[in-house]
T-cell receptor, first 111, second 112 residues
């Protein structure tokens, strides 16, 4: 089993909808959880970063971590066509350890 | 600040050739890493470094070497290129006390 699993999509939703993106993982040592956004032919950019369990909100984006279920989510409210991109989850056990990425989910927001 | 720079942007190699992908950052970041990205595979970590003189292997290190003699530079060497190394390579850097990695624009490598 790969350490981090992420549905590659593509996921198509109408503009204004709430988007839910998810990852599961197998390594219970992961404590740091990140979401990156990557536009076509560009490098990824960090969207959200959380430590351990709980929620974190930043504007239209909310990240959730459920360590008991080994499950993390990213919610996008009031989705916009400019949110169309690939979203990658990433996680790590501690600050000086390697960061493992999911395969990424391609998201299309339909105008 | 230039951020994270990578050279070259594109490269075509023949099987068996060697080359070095360059990565530099001007943000005084301790942590630097190299990833490859293939269709349907996401980002896979090749090697990483938590500071000058310190490197470690990631998920897919075979066929690649790295060194970190300065804080700013983290070159990735392909020892004997193979078609399986055709990919887009990203370099990233961050401070050690944060996970906000800054990614370079990538190098598109084709091995024929």
């Amino acid at each position: 089993q790969k350490e981090v699993e992420q549905d590659p999509g593509p996921l198509s939703v109408p503009e204004g909808a709430i988007v839910s993106l998810n990852c599961t993982y197998s390594n219970s040592a992961f404590q740091y959880f990140m979401w990156y956004r990557q536009y076509s032919r560009k490098g990824p950019e960090l969207l959200m970063y959380t430590y351990s369990s709980g929620n974190k909100e930043d504007g239209r984006f909310t990240a959730q971590v459920d360590k008991s279920s080994k499950y993390i989510s990213l919610f996008i409210r009031d989705s916009q066509p400019s949110d169309s991109a690939t979203y990658l989850c990433a996680m790590s056990p501690n600050r000086d350890d390697k960061i493992i990425f999911g395969k990424g989910t391609r998201l299309h927001i339909l105008p | 600040n230039a951020g994270v720079t990578q050279t070259p942007k594109f490269q075509v190699l023949k099987t068996g050739q060697s080359m070095t992908l360059q990565c530099a950052q001007d943000m005084n970041h301790e942590y630097m890493s190299w990833y490859r990205q293939d269709p349907g595979m996401g980002l896979r970590l090749i090697h990483y470094s938590v500071g000058a003189g310190i490197t470690d292997q990631g998920e897919v290190p075979n066929g690649y070497n790295v060194s970190r003699s300065t804080t700013e530079d983290f070159p990735l060497r392909l020892l004997s290129a193979a078609p399986s190394q055709t990919s887009v390579y990203f370099c990233a850097s961050s401070y050690r006390d944060t996970y906000e990695q800054y990614f370079g624009p990538g190098t598109r490598l084709t091995v024929t």
